[in-house]
Structures are given as C-alpha cells and as structure tokens.
C-alpha cells in the first residue's frame, strides 16, 4: 500500500514570539524547543491514534504497572490532547492529576480534579517538589529532548517513597526480520537523527531508560517491556497489529509533517515519500522497539 503524501515543507519558520507559528499547511511550537512536530488539532488527533492502540493493548492506562490503590497527586509529563490525564482523573475521583505540556492544552470539557499547565520543560525551572507524587507518567517525550536524562532525574526526585514511575519511547529506527531493510529508511533517518544530534537530542532514547533509573539505586523494582510494534498486520496477535497500525499511521504523520529545520539538513520531499511509501508497504515487515519501563519508589530512599 503506498502512502499518499502531500507536501508538508513549511513556508514560515519559529520567530519565537509566540505558543506557535504557522506554515501553509500547519501549526508549530515557536516557543524554545527542538520538538520537531505539529502543534494543532491534527497532532492531537495523531497522538491520540496512539494512545487509545496502547490502552487497548495492555488493558489500561497503567500499561502493566502496579499502580497504588488510591494515589493523591498524578502527574503527566507532556499531555498531548490530555486524553491519558483525564481518564486516570475519571479513574481516580480523590486524586489531583496535574499533567504538563509545552503547549496549552485547553479540552471541552475536563473532571474538576485535573489541571493543565504550560511547562516548557527544557527552559523552565522545574516546578514540582521532591516526593510529590504518587503516580509520574511521561510517553513518547525524551525522544525529542535535549539531555533527556535531566528530565528523568527530576521526575524520580519528584516520585513518592513507594510511588510508581512509567517512562516509555521508541528506539528510533526501523528494522525487519526481511534484511536489509529498503534503502529509504536510513535515508530518512541518517538526516532526522542528524537534526537532532546537533541540538544534542538522542534519537534513540528507548533503550536508555531502564538503566538509568536502575543507576539511581532509589527503586526497589524496575520493570521494563520491549513491543516490536509491526508497521503492518501480520502477526498473529491481532492487539499488537492494532497498535503497530496506529504507530504506523503516528510515525508517518509525523514524518510527513515534519518541521522546516529538517529540510534545511538535506531532507527533501522525495525522502520523506520514499519513506513513508517504505513504511507502508506491507511486504517490508517493518517494526519498531518501544520501551514501556515502570519503576517502584524504596519506601524510604537515603
């Protein structure tokens, strides 16, 4: 199956004097950020293609975690369309979920115990205490940070004695039990991971996460589970192929709206189409490895 793809370089690039900018086609974080991606309705929508595969998958926003009982305080790191706050919030009436986001997130309607802030991660001072929270959320964010691992250390500092912490990304790259894989993939990938190195941004956080909230030595437990999401349906775990489905229809929206900056790296259109044609193709058996990793906070940590 090719994938129909329409023109997605931008005409107008970040001034910086605003929450977003503008090109012919869509809207961008202006605000200080190497976050590469779409800030609009259509963005929303991708991640929550995403999200609902994901819950769908494992049965449940907690994604295999043991989550405490009743938990007081919840924080997301990076909200998105706000989906995932808000029906923990539904979910967990006594508790008080705060879920952040470089952007503001605004729904129509939204339970009275879940709040909404603007954090820019990366610029801003860090606003939550130290053993604040019961339940720490962050999905599919480090990817596009700079020294993700300064994130990670405050939201482990920021975890409860006892709290549960749940980091989870991709391992940015494509690959296939058919080798090698089409020459379009590390086409593409050569210049996106390029991008982001020289904003000092691993592209390939995935694998990272575990270790480092191991090296902390304040968890008494860390769990980690490795999903080859299939950029197709041919496995026979038909949970898997749905969330491989929606990655898939995410990651080539992502691609195929990728930010100006990219384009003055070498990427073309042509790349981005060979791509996203490769990605769909059925007969490629692509996949990618996303980390879901969950840790359990020492009842008291020195």
């Not at 009275?112 to 964010?141: G, L, M, Q, S």
Request: charged content about 25%; some cysteine.
């Amino acid at each position: 199956m090719a994938a129909a793809v329409e023109s997605a370089q931008p005409s107008t690039l970040p001034n910086g004097n605003g929450s977003t900018t503008a090109n012919e086609h869509r809207k961008y974080h202006a605000a200080e950020t190497p976050y590469s991606l779409p800030n609009d309705e259509d963005e929303w929508e991708r991640l929550d293609v995403q999200h609902y595969g994901i819950k769908a998958y494992f049965g449940g926003n907690n994604v295999g975690a043991d989550w405490p009982e009743n938990p007081r305080r919840i924080l997301e790191i990076g909200a998105g369309s706000g989906a995932w706050a808000m029906e923990v919030a539904y979910q967990f009436p006594n508790a008080e979920v705060i879920a952040i986001d470089i952007s503001d997130v605004k729904p129509d309607r939204k339970p009275e115990n879940c709040t909404f802030k603007v954090v820019n991660v990366v610029k801003d001072p860090w606003p939550f205490a130290k053993d604040e929270f019961d339940i720490v959320h962050c999905r599919f964010v480090t990817v596009h940070l700079p020294n993700f691992k300064e994130l990670l250390d405050k939201a482990i500092d920021s975890t409860a004695p006892g709290g549960i912490l749940m980091f989870e990304d991709i391992d940015c790259d494509f690959v296939s039990d058919l080798m090698p894989v089409p020459a379009a993939i590390p086409n593409f990938f050569d210049i996106y991971r390029t991008f982001f190195a020289s904003v000092n941004v691993d592209a390939r956080p995935g694998p990272k996460l575990a270790p480092h909230i191991m090296a902390s030595k304040k968890f008494s437990e860390t769990h980690e589970y490795v999903m080859p999401a299939p950029m197709g349906a041919w496995t026979r775990d038909q949970k898997l192929n749905n969330v491989g489905l929606a990655m898939r229809k995410g990651l080539v929206g992502a691609g195929q709206s990728q930010h100006g900056k990219l384009y003055k790296f070498g990427m073309t259109q042509e790349i981005v189409d060979e791509w996203a044609k490769a990605v769909c193709t059925p007969e490629n058996k692509l996949y990618m490895d996303i980390y879901f990793v969950w840790a359990k906070k020492k009842a008291s940590v020195v």
